[in-house]
């Protein structure tokens, strides 16, 4: 089976832009969950979907806004960018999204904004 | 709210050795995860052992064991006859039954050779 991908890998963009990164789950999962990593604060969780819905939020603006289709992939907008948004962002991905699945992590999209 | 501590930011062992991460979680629920991931050096990150906090005995997953004091609100990751491969960035996190998970700032381990 294929591992979670994301896509781009790296992206730089400049302040006010806004930016949409993708993940591909592996076949079958249905959970996405978002996090973003940085040095400061550490891994935190963004927001979590399961069958095209929202089901779970962190404590991040509306800037952060996401989607999941029909396939399970999902991506994740970030609008007016600020330079703190600069990050990896990993999406991870399981069966169901419950506390017993285990998560895959995807590579990472480096985002550097300038 | 819930919190993480790792109160490790980085260890440096060598390589055959036993070496043991520091976790402690704040939490008032009596329910919940708690999880070690290894992130390696550019590389995914992937979990390493899993434990479910109505569980007394502790998780064990090969070299990988964990030592979960519920009381103290302690989960500490020991990793026995360390591996180069080992080498990698670790996270305590922790999942409650609204299924948010909270990860700890890390612990950076070296192991060498």
């Known amino acids: 089976k294929a591992g979670v991908t994301q896509t781009p890998r790296y992206l730089i963009k400049t302040r006010g832009q806004q930016v949409t990164l993708s993940c591909s789950p592996i076949?079958?999962?249905?959970?996405v969950s978002w996090y973003q990593q940085t040095p400061g604060q550490g891994l935190q969780f963004l927001f979590e979907y399961f069958s095209e819905t929202q089901r779970n939020k962190g404590n991040f603006p509306g800037r952060f806004s996401g989607r999941q289709f029909s396939n399970s992939r999902s991506e994740m907008n970030v609008s007016t960018l600020e330079l703190g948004d600069s990050a990896l962002y990993l999406c991870a991905s399981s069966a169901r999204g419950q506390t017993t699945d285990t998560q895959y992590f995807g590579p990472g999209t480096r985002l550097t904004v300038l | 709210a819930q919190t993480v501590t790792q109160s490790q930011p980085e260890m440096s062992v060598q390589e055959a050795e036993t070496v043991t991460l520091s976790c402690t979680y704040d939490?008032?629920?009596?329910?919940?995860?708690l999880f070690w991931y290894k992130q390696p050096p550019s590389r995914q990150m992937i979990l390493v052992i899993r434990q479910e906090a109505y569980k007394q005995q502790n998780a064990t997953e090969n070299r990988f064991s964990v030592n979960f004091q519920k009381a103290a609100k302690s989960f500490s990751l020991k990793i026995s006859d360390s591996q180069l491969g080992d080498t990698a960035m670790y996270f305590c996190?922790?999942?409650?039954?609204?299924?948010?998970?909270?990860f700890g700032k890390g612990t950076r381990l070296h192991i060498l050779p």
């Open positions: 996190a922790f999942m409650n039954r609204d299924d948010k998970i909270i």
């Open positions: 076949s079958g999962h249905r959970s």
């Open positions: 939490t008032s629920e009596s329910n919940y995860y």
